[in-house]
């Protein structure tokens, strides 16, 4: 079955800095998306993103489907932004995500 | 936005109790799932709905039952609660195959 590989596995920042999560998968994807775990385990909708560039405030992704990578952007990360970040995927001819195993963000005032 | 609540933020449970744990959307959505998350093995799926009525095994269905009478409505059932039970469990749904999931808060399920 699709491997879905995220580093890093873990990150410190300070608060203000930016940085690149990366998302590799090993087979074509249907669908992609970025979560975002609160430390309440909560599991928040970043982006819906298959393939192309979106935006959403501080936050931005780029999937190149052909490349098989995906990246998330957090630009002048706030404490907020603390969390574990997961991508998940889904090929075609099945209903099910597979997700990675996440990168764990920890942003230091 | 789509809403996906799930009935309980915490829950204690004693082994061998039957334990329902509910999980509600309010955006008509076709297909939801139920995962469980444990430290070192990530998300997992239990069980997927992709209609009323239906359902189809995930990853871990042992132990593990579910109910689908409405639409809204995603019911995971513990048959005989037990201690490698306890998790945090996710309920997610979306509109179709080519649609975004939405979680709930999860529910902390601690059996002792």
């Known amino acids: 079955g699709i491997q879905v590989e995220q580093s890093p596995p873990d990150l410190i920042l300070q608060e203000g800095a930016n940085s690149t999560l990366r998302c590799n998968f090993s087979d074509s994807v249907n669908n992609l998306q970025w979560f975002h775990q609160n430390p309440w385990g909560q599991l928040i909708n970043l982006f819906y993103?298959?393939?192309g560039t979106k935006q959403n405030g501080r936050l931005s992704a780029t999937t190149v489907a052909t490349e098989r990578y995906s990246l998330l952007y957090i630009s002048s990360s706030q404490t907020t932004d603390s969390g574990v970040y997961f991508c998940a995927v889904r090929t075609s001819g099945t209903y099910k995500y597979i997700f990675g195993t996440g990168t764990r963000l920890k942003v230091l005032a | 936005d789509v809403k996906v609540t799930q009935s309980s933020r915490y829950l204690v449970k004693r082994t061998g109790e039957k334990v329902f744990l509910e999980c509600v959307q309010d955006?008509?959505?076709?297909?939801m799932f139920w995962y469980r998350q444990d430290p070192g093995l990530g998300l997992r799926l239990i069980y997927f709905s992709y209609d009323v009525k239906m359902k189809e095994k995930g990853d871990i269905p042992e132990g593990y039952s579910v109910s689908r009478e409405k639409k809204e409505r995603f019911s995971l059932i513990l048959e005989s609660a037990s201690t490698n039970q306890t998790s945090m469990y996710l309920c997610?749904?979306?509109?179709?195959?080519?649609?975004?999931?939405?979680f709930g808060n999860g529910t902390r399920l601690t059996v002792t």
């Open positions: 993103i298959p393939s």
């Open positions: 955006m008509d959505h076709e297909n």
């Open positions: 997610a749904s979306r509109d179709g195959f080519d649609s975004p999931l939405h």
